[in-house]
């Protein structure tokens, strides 16, 4: 598939207050959820406990999903163009010191529920890691043809939750999450500046 400049967007756009409000209202669902599930569930959930080496260990895992990221959007045309569509409807309307809440709300509320409540939930082995996966990546989805974007998060998904599994601390995942969401916010607004008036 080739990206044709001329092409109408497929996601009308959004403004700076519309994202901020969407993604505060997602991670106070999503954080409603797994607490109700923690409430009436009877597993352990996964916990988050601050340890340097585990800190560390979410840092460079944010930066290789950001990597393999950037390697796919290159080599991939689906994925180029469904993240390019969903990188411009989140990001584009935002300021830059927004993207300290694209990195922390969706970070802290989705791998508190997914990898924190869901995937203990499922259970603890392979079968649990790759349906909490699949769970992950079709939150994602906006429209049947972001099919690929969905694939790529659900194997992000499964690098996340295997993270919290082989470690059994929610800091991994939650590290490596705001991490690949701050450096791909940072890329995209130094990669897409603003044009000026009367430019397309």
């Known amino acids: ?26 991670a106070l669902l999503l954080l409603f959820i797994a607490k109700v599930w923690q409430y009436f569930g009877t597993f352990p959930s996964l916990r988050m406990t601050w340890q340097p080496q585990h800190a560390a260990w979410g840092v460079g895992l944010g930066m290789g999903i950001t990597a393999a990221s950037a390697i796919m959007y290159q080599f991939w045309p689906q994925y180029r163009s469904s993240a390019s569509l969903y990188l411009q409807l989140v990001i584009k309307p935002l300021v830059w010191t927004d993207l300290i809440w694209l ?49 790529w998060v659900s194997v992000v998904g499964f690098l996340l939750g295997y993270g919290a599994w082989s470690t059994g601390n929610l800091l991994v995942p939650v590290i490596a999450h705001i991490t690949t969401n701050f450096i791909t ?5 130094i990669t897409h500046p603003p044009q000026p008036l009367g430019k397309t």
């Open 103 to 151: 990195g922390l709300l969706p970070g802290l509320s989705e791998e508190l529920l997914f990898r924190g409540v869901m995937l203990p939930a499922l259970g603890l082995n392979w079968a649990g890691l790759i349906l909490s996966s699949l769970c992950f990546g079709v939150l994602h989805l906006n429209s049947p043809k972001q099919w690929s974007y969905v694939v």
């Open 185 to 189: 916010g940072v890329s995209w607004k």
């Open 1 to 26: 598939m080739v990206d044709r400049p001329n092409q109408q967007p497929e996601l009308e756009s959004l403004t700076r207050t519309q994202v901020l409000i969407a993604m505060g209202v997602t």
